[in-house]
């Protein structure tokens, strides 16, 4: 079965500074990954994906996620925070080939101007 | 392009009553799937539809739940009847293909409070 893990409810940082939300992940075959997010009153957007290939994976609104296998790890990342980065963010695998997408539990991220 | 659309966006009902909530997925998307987040947990997968044929209905909670998608266009998920524990968003999604790389683009969901 497949899983995945968002340590933090919430993190919390301030304006200009970097940003990371925390998320691992269990599968057991090739992991496809992704992050969304999900702004007040509206639904979820896609930001990136990793699939294969570079480990670096660069999304919308400039941020970033790293996949690392041996940590079974997929941060999600940011140089500089913005306040309209305020939002709950989703971390999600696929087994595979699976249609099934699994979600973690939701970070809330707030930055603090 | 349009994106995925859902209605309502707000349903309030009482227990033991029925509630059909609909979901129009993005033009030319064969695949569409419906979610459900209860408050403050994962977003958890209920079925997924490949045009009007359900492929994966193993998240569906119970037989009080039927999800439908005649013509392959839109699809609804009926409730009957309600429970508390149904509370929640539901999510609807679309994506172009069947594969699993391809990322599935979200409505912005129909919260349900049963009282």
């Known amino acids: 079965a497949q899983s995945v893990a968002q340590p933090e409810d919430q993190v919390n940082v301030a304006e200009g500074n970097p940003l990371t939300v925390k998320c691992t992940y269990s599968?057991?075959?090739?992991?496809?990954l992704f992050w969304y997010v999900q702004y007040p009153n509206r639904g979820l957007q896609f930001l990136l994906k990793y699939i294969t290939g570079d480990n670096l994976v660069k999304g919308s609104y400039g941020f970033e996620a790293e996949f690392n296998k041996s940590q079974t790890s997929f941060h999600l990342k940011k140089p500089s925070a913005l306040v309209s980065d305020s939002a709950l963010y989703f971390c999600?695998?696929?087994?595979?080939?699976?249609?099934?997408?699994?979600f973690g539990t939701g970070t809330k991220l707030q930055v603090i101007p | 392009e349009a994106g995925v659309t859902q209605f309502p966006s707000h349903s309030v009902i009482e227990k033991g009553q029925t509630v059909t909530l609909r979901c129009d997925p993005i033009s030319g998307h064969d695949n569409l799937y419906w979610y459900r987040r209860v408050m403050g947990k994962e977003i958890k997968f209920l079925l997924h539809f490949v045009k009007e044929s359900k492929q994966d209905e193993s998240g569906m909670p119970n037989n009080r739940f039927l999800a439908e998608r005649t013509g392959g266009t839109y699809s609804t998920l009926k409730v009957q009847p309600a429970e508390l524990e149904d509370s929640g968003v539901y999510f609807c999604?679309?994506?172009?293909?069947?594969?699993?790389?391809?990322?599935?683009?979200f409505g912005p969901g129909t919260r349900l409070t049963v009282t």
């Open positions: 999600a695998v696929r087994d595979g080939g699976y249609q099934k997408v699994t």
């Open positions: 599968v057991s075959g090739n992991p496809y």
């Open positions: 999604a679309s994506s172009r293909g069947a594969s699993g790389a391809y990322e599935q683009y």
